[in-house]
């Protein structure tokens, strides 16, 4: 296959920064609503991004997960703590995050800081969750080596046995991330690859410059 035939054209409108909002989130929350409107189908998650995460050994990863909410200072998503990404940001409390909306041209980048959200925040979030997520969550532990997808199926229907309808305790070692960016990217795809690039960075207050694409 040839991937250098492969070109997509961005038709989009430009953005004009003028119009924007003094705060990122407000502005990221605008763009969220508008591709979780505009989303093509069910089998699209606008909410989704790419987590990327380092430990203090300088180690690289990333990986997908979903935002659940944005609140005034950031962004939060849900994981296990004593995953890999639990255990670098544990080392290493930093993050980045990319999201992609194809079909509006769009990407939005943000670099910050994390820290846990509270037990209360995660307990509720947790028990809103479909009860086999729930399950799930409780028995997985998240990026630990498993012999089987036995064992992990045992370990579920052990626990459904165990709980016997009763309510699912929060995990200790489960619940959210709080994401409070110092910068953050818009992204607009233009014709000719002419792209509009908006950067908002946080020292004392947020400032707002254009870069090159
Ligand atoms: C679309 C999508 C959404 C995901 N959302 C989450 C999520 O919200 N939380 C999570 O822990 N893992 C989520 N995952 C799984 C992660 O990408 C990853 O496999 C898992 O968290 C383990 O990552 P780690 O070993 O780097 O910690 C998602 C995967 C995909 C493809």
Known sequence: MDFQAIRKEYENKG????????????????WLELAVNKCPGR???????????????GDVSNRMVLLKDIQDHGI???????????????????????????????????????EKTSREVSDEYFHTRPRGSQLSAAVSEQSREVASRKELDFAKAQLV???????IPL??????????P????????????????????????????????
């Open 161 to 167: 046995e165990k709980l016997n309808g009763q309510t």
């Open 76 to 114: 939060s998503f849900f994981t296990n703590y004593d995953s890999a990404k639990g255990r670098q940001l544990r080392s290493n409390p930093r993050a980045a995050v990319v999201f992609h909306w194809p079909y509006l041209g769009r990407q939005v980048r943000m670099v910050g800081t994390v």
């Open 171 to 180: 995990p200790e070692n489960w619940g959210g991330y709080l994401l409070s």
């Open 182 to 213: 110092g910068q953050v990217e818009f992204w607009q795809g233009r014709l000719d690859r002419l792209h509009d690039r908006i950067v908002y960075r946080l020292d004392d207050q947020w400032t707002r410059v254009r870069l090159s694409p």
């Open 15 to 30: 953005i004009d920064e003028s119009e924007f909002p003094c705060h990122p989130l407000s502005l990221f929350r605008d």
């Open 43 to 57: 089998w699209f998650e606008p909410n989704a991004m790419a987590l990327a995460t380092a430990g203090s050994d």
